[in-house]
């Protein structure tokens, strides 16, 4: 399918629906998600990838991939669930803070709409499409808005918050733009720690290190859902056997191209919290949270959130998306609400 | 496991933040324990300790702890800020400020400082037994700052009251003091003479990763430095002294107190180590 483009040259789409396609068009895919200004790590090969060879093993690709004067210009990483009523969901949900399409920065309105026509045609074969969670400055919005479809029922869910946090170049600025409550309590947790206890800040980012280090995040991150009884309210794919297995592959991928970083905190030695980190250029977004709950008089989370930022500015980063949900201490660190759409697009059957 | 003893928060770093990369290079545990790092207790300063503030560009003790938090995670090192206050901040029982004069800050221990060096002892003391370090890393007293001198006298004391069990004993030379050739005053040639007298050098080489990791960590303590090395190149000044140490190469230098033991060792002491042999 060849569509008229007013860019350099028309915009044609194909269809991917098996893995060894995909894993064919990595490489351009990678360049791609790297130009792409608005793209996140959820629409980056190396997540998705993971996600396909683990956790998306029962699911149909169905990726629409635009290409104009043979580049790859933009990527609509969809899959249909069949077991689900032919659900059309992006690849990594519903493990992604935000979906998208990935599309190339110069010219991208016809990319958008040749990618949309393929998506939103009969043949696609889904029954419902998740177009959630979607970011307010996402590249498939069509003039800032998500599409209809005649014929199809538009189910709105709830808006989810994603707090967004900017850092000033001084951190000392951000440190005094800081509730000056919770500020004064977080030193003084953190004051009475290091007079008593070893504390030890400890970034992994090493690939090779990695997937070690990930797995033991998991365990721990488990050990203290189980520990409060809460693990039923980890999202089912979360409790997926074979979820540590995508979190390990996917951070050691990603840890490659620079884009995961785990930080750990140690106190006494002994691993009490752990941050892990999705990354692209100067942005961070917290990701998944751990704590050891015997740890739990140090207040180790807490203590992680305000020493993880400290790491993450040292390191040049300014802005820091705490991730989907809307817990307090996403708003005492001073995070911004980002609302995040949700939209089901339903075919009449 | 290397415990290193810092009086200041960044004394450690700028002295042997190369011993600390090559240690964690090695996968060795290396804990960095700063004494005196709380602020004036309620928050007030002293009129000298404003003044000095306000001359030096000092900040706040919060600001100099992150910069530790910072110089410690590039290092991989772990940390400890022990809540004694700095000798600026410091009064008596009486509330009397300890310094009210650039004199009082580099001199030698005075009556009224015995309070605060048997704390510091004690407070030693504890985290060497719990912490069973190989080797502690303690400051020589280069240009005779107060709290350097304390941070001394109470390691030493520490050690010799833990007898058979204390753990080696380096004392490293502190900087700028040291790359800065201060030799010429006459503090820091008294010191340097009396540990020549009383102590052996040993070089410790550094590969230039240990020396990059030790000049990154140095860079955060970005508060401090201006008022450490007033315009200085310290780069230069820092990597000039290392290359003194090991000639075609860089180095950190430190000292065994020879007389360490026998010095200050009383009786108990003595006994101690007596009934183990």
Known sequence: ?349 | MQLYVSPHLDDAVLSCGGMIARTRRGAGRAVVLTVFASGPRGGKLTPYAARYHAKCGIADLWTRRWEDIEACELLGAELIHLQFPEILYRRDHHGRPRCRSRHELFSQLRPDDTAVVAEVTSALAHWIRRLSPATVYGPVGLGEHVDHVATNAALRQAISDLGADAPRLLLYEEMPYAALNQASTANTAAALRHLKSTATPNTHRLTEEDWAHKIRAIEAYRSQLPSIWHGTDWRAELRAYAQQLVPGGLGEQTWTPTLDRSSSAGPADADVRSSGT
């Open chain 1, 1 to 349: 399918m060849v569509e008229p483009a007013a860019g350099p040259g028309p915009v044609g789409v194909q269809t991917i629906t098996d893995l060894p396609q995909l894993i064919a068009l990595a490489p351009a895919w990678r360049v791609l998600s790297d130009l792409a200004p608005a793209a996140s790590v959820f629409q980056h090969p190396d997540w998705a990838l993971a996600w396909c060879r683990t956790l998306g093993a029962d699911s149909a690709l169905q990726v629409q991939a635009a290409f104009r004067d043979g580049e790859l210009v933009g990527l609509a990483p969809l899959a249909i669930d069949a077991g689900d009523g032919r659900a059309a969901r992006f690849v990594g949900a519903p493990l992604n803070d935000f979906n998208d399409f990935l599309v190339h920065p110069q010219d991208p309105a016809p990319v958008v709409a040749a990618l949309w026509r393929q998506v939103l045609d009969p043949a696609a074969g889904w029954a419902a499409l998740e177009l959630t969670p979607i970011r307010p400055d996402a590249a498939l919005r069509i003039n800032g808005h998500l599409p209809n479809l005649t014929g199809a029922a538009r189910e709105l869910l709830p808006v989810q918050p994603a707090p967004l946090l900017r850092l000033e170049d001084d951190w000392e600025a951000y440190r005094a733009r800081l509730p000056a409550r919770h500020r004064r309590q977080w030193e003084r947790t953190l004051a009475r720690t290091l007079a008593d206890h070893t504390v030890q800040v400890q970034p992994v980012e090493d690939p090779h290190q990695l997937a070690d280090a990930v797995a033991r995040f998991e365990r721990l991150r488990r050990s203290s859902w189980t520990a409060r009884g809460r693990l039923d309210e980890l999202v089912p794919t979360q409790r997926d056997d074979r979820f540590p297995q995508f979190l390990a592959a996917a951070a050691a991928a990603l840890a490659g191209a620079g884009h995961c970083l785990l930080i750990e905190l140690a106190i006494d030695h002994t691993l009490a919290a752990a941050d892990l980190y999705l990354t692209r250029a100067r942005s961070a977004l917290l990701y998944l949270r751990a704590f050891n709950i015997e740890a739990a008089e140090h207040s180790p989370g807490v203590m992680l959130a305000i020493l993880g930022l400290k790491l993450l500015h040292a390191r040049g980063y300014r802005e820091v998306s705490l991730g989907r949900g809307g817990e307090a201490f996403k708003y005492h660190l001073g995070g911004q609400d980002v609302p995040l759409e949700r939209v089901v697009l339903r075919r009449s059957p």
